[in-house]
């Protein structure tokens, strides 16, 4: 079956960083566009009108949809389904547990990894790369780490502390894992870390 990578973190957790470092190591990697309702940054995003959403839903073409910082974020099946038919590695960058459930419905190969930060580091990058909204994405912080809590059955199939192995080394640890030399690791380790 065909790999997929799902890159779960809180904000700032290196997911544009090491996607980057993916797509330079192989080019099979392939950065995924979730599709964006909203404002704000539209980079890396295919935006699209709360009329086009409704239409994909309305035929079973959403996998999965969140709402955050006041936009909705959703992936959708035909746009998966075209990358693995071309033979790309789709890189999903999803924040919550449920998304990772409901992006696993589509058949592929998926690999989890959970890329990890301290809070206090969340904060310092948010600010390093000037956004404004700091608060919200340290909320952000405080719900991917409850919701780690409340799933505590879910396994990575790799756990990278972001602040602690540069992009290039976590990339080549995903790019171990999707080769298929990882095993399944709790996210309990990572769950008390947050200064």
């Known amino acids: ?36 309702v909203g404002g704000g940054k539209s980079h890396g995003y295919r935006v699209i009108a709360t009329e ?8 079973g073409a959403v996998l999965y949809s ?12 035909e746009s998966v389904a075209a990358l693995i038919q071309a033979g790309r ?24 990894v959970l890329l990890w930060c301290a809070r206090a580091t969340t904060a310092e ?9 700091i608060g919200d994405r340290l909320r952000a912080w405080d719900e991917t780490r409850r919701d780690l809590r409340e799933h505590a059955n879910i396994q990575f199939d790799a756990i990278i502390r972001t602040d602690e192995v540069a992009a290039s080394t976590a990339a080549r ?6 080769a ?16």
């Open 1 to 36: 079956m065909a790999p997929g990578v799902i890159l779960y973190g809180p904000p700032a957790s290196g997911k544009d960083t090491i996607t980057t470092e993916l797509l330079a190591l192989d080019p099979h990697y392939v950065a995924y566009q979730r599709l964006k």
């Open 52 to 59: 086009r959403l409704r239409e994909l839903e309305s035929r």
């Open 66 to 77: 969140n709402s955050r910082y006041g936009n909705v974020y959703a992936v959708d099946r």
């Open 89 to 112: 590695i789709p890189v999903l960058h999803l924040g919550q547990v449920q998304g990772i459930t409901a992006v696993e419905a589509f058949p592929a190969r998926w690999v989890r």
């Open 125 to 133: 990058r948010v600010a390093g790369r000037g956004d404004s909204d």
């Open 173 to 178: 640890m995903i790019h171990a894992a999707v």
């Open 180 to 195: 298929g030399s990882s095993d399944p690791h709790p996210a309990d380790d990572v769950l008390e870390v947050d200064a």
